[in-house]
């Protein structure tokens, strides 16, 4: 905006959406009624109103670029602590998410990429079904969370790594370490590679 759309409507920038709204249709209505004024009021009054749906206009269309910048600003964070969970610099990864705000959907998908690299198999099935139960309709989170529900009721995992009830303070040992596979299973390579970094090559063996 080249004008102080924010001053027309007598509000600062740090307003909120609702009081926006309310102070337009408060100005709306006040210069509607004016305007059917005779001599220079009611030519005041259009004039005024004209600089007001204009103003409202342009805030909302800020607002929504801004909602977009910081939309796509999340995305590439995600996309950054995905690229540090498969170099398997993990802390730093959970650092990262930690450290956003949001608690969306794809926040707690991620989430359950980090914990299941972990081998924090109860953990990771957790945020995934936070992530199905915020958007029903994402193919990619349910078909995650079929493919470790399954695992989970195979015999590849041990009882130990059942019974983990909250977020474990170390890594703790991996299953089947030294085995040449990233987690110690094929079954649950394909789960991980799928999810984090959609490695078509891991598929080869099947589960």
Request: some cysteine; glycine content about 6%; proline content about 2%.
């Amino acid at each position: 905006m080249d004008y102080n759309a924010y001053e027309i409507l007598g509000l600062t920038t740090s307003a909120t959406r609702n009081e926006i709204d309310e102070r337009y249709k408060e100005l709306r209505d006040k210069y509607q009624r004016a305007r059917f004024a005779l001599g220079e009021e009611g030519e005041e009054a259009s004039e005024k109103l004209q600089q007001v749906e204009v103003a409202y206009r342009d805030i909302l269309a800020s607002l929504e670029e801004e909602n977009q910048a910081q939309t796509f600003k999340e995305d590439d964070s995600y996309t950054a602590i995905q690229q540090l969970i498969t170099e398997g610099k993990l802390d730093e990864a959970q650092t990262k998410l930690d450290d956003m705000v949001s608690r969306d959907a794809e926040w707690h998908y991620v989430q359950s990429i980090l914990f299941y690299k972990r081998n924090w198999f109860l953990e990771s099935k957790k945020q995934l079904e936070l992530a199905c139960q915020m958007e029903p309709d994402n193919s990619r989170y349910k078909q995650s969370l079929d493919k470790l529900t399954k695992i989970l009721a195979s015999n590849t995992i041990s009882p130990d790594q059942l019974r983990t009830t909250s977020r474990p303070m170390d890594d703790g040992p991996r299953v089947g370490a030294g085995n040449g596979t990233c987690t110690g299973s094929s079954c649950m390579d394909c789960l991980l590679c799928n999810t984090c970094c959609n490695c078509m090559s891991c598929m080869g063996g099947g589960c």
